[in-house]
């Protein structure tokens, strides 16, 4: 697997993965407007090269995420997507794993935070497989009911017990579907 910066080109490959308003609304929330058009996605996301990264295979985009500095010690993780035909075989917990790493590169970063939908339990799990625990925050107005604020210690010593160990981590996946050829 390849982990590296995403360029603005990119964005064009992962257009065609989000093929319906609700898949937009749940990979991007509200500011993303469906259909997604090139020229406006980069805007709409906020797309810098420094914050977006890619995950790639043999060549092939299979994965995207943008790590955005919400303080000194948050990273944010937002807009994770993996390629529809490749969902389901652990791509996903790879991409979030990576930008893991990234942020642990960041100085004084302490905590990754994300938000989901509720609605989006297949995220929620894997999320809470990384050791990810939602947050309860006080009802706002600017706080979508919808959504949900998960947070992790990005160091082990800092992680709450719901965190794997590394050997946990290691550990093959209990789901042994094969990943189709590509």
């Known amino acids: 697997m390849e982990w590296r910066n995403a360029r603005a080109g990119d964005l064009a490959t992962l257009i065609p993965w989000v093929r319906t308003p609700r898949q937009c609304l749940l990979w991007a929330g509200g500011k993303v407007h469906f259909p997604l058009r090139l020229p406006q996605l980069a805007d709409e996301i906020e797309f810098t090269q420094g914050s977006a990264w890619c995950l790639c295979e043999n060549g092939e985009l299979v994965g995207f995420g943008q790590i955005l500095q919400r303080a000194p010690s948050r990273a944010h993780f937002a807009r994770l997507i993996v390629a529809p035909e490749l969902r389901g075989h652990g791509y996903g917990a790879t991409l979030c794993e990576k930008m893991l790493e990234t942020a642990l590169q960041w100085?004084?970063?302490?905590?990754?935070?994300?938000?989901?939908?509720?609605s989006n339990l297949v995220a929620q799990a894997l999320y809470t497989r990384l050791g990810f625990y939602p947050v309860d925050l006080a009802e706002s107005e600017q706080r979508d009911p919808k959504v949900l604020l998960m947070m992790r210690a990005l160091r082990r010593d800092d992680a709450p017990d719901q965190g794997y160990t590394s050997e946990e981590r290691?550990?093959?996946?209990?789901?042994?579907?094969?990943a189709p050829q590509r």
């Open 107 to 118: 100085p004084d970063c302490e905590i990754a935070t994300l938000n989901v939908f509720r």
């Open 170 to 178: 290691q550990a093959p996946r209990q789901d042994n579907r094969q």
